[in-house]
């Protein structure tokens, strides 16, 4: 059996060590509970009017356009909202943008604000 020596050995090392993970697979990935808000910051704003607020569920109907990231086209549709605080100034027919991800596998409103006149 032939073991690699000197500079064919490092080479190897080299060489695996560029096509090894540096990291197990989703070591980098922010935990499942961390904060939508900051989730939102990255996420595109989208444009929509709000339909309906239910405070008491925490949920907010808009009519939206398309939302890039989520791959999902305009249309209307009730969220639940990360931060129900968010929707206190809020009432049906305001324009606005929002963000919107997947949080704990639920399409969620991470971001809302009136849409400047």
């Not at 309906?52 to 949920?59: A, P, V």
């Not at 109907?61 to 931060?83: C, E, K, S, W, Y």
């Not at 963000?99 to 596998?105: F, I, L, T, Y």
């Amino acid at each position: 059996m032939t073991f690699l020596r000197g500079p064919a050995f490092a080479a190897l090392v080299i060489l695996c060590g560029l096509h090894a993970p540096a990291q197990p697979a989703g070591a980098g990935a922010p935990p499942a509970s961390a904060s939508a808000a900051a989730a939102g910051a990255s996420a595109p704003l989208v444009e929509g009017t709000v339909r309906k607020i239910d405070r008491k569920t925490g949920r907010l109907t808009l009519q939206h356009g398309r939302i890039p990231n989520l791959d999902m086209p305009g249309m209307t549709m009730a969220f639940p909202v990360a931060d129900p605080k968010a929707l206190g100034a809020l009432k049906a027919g305001d324009e606005v943008r929002f963000s919107a991800e997947r949080v704990n596998g639920a399409v969620t409103v991470t971001r809302v604000e009136k849409a400047a006149k």
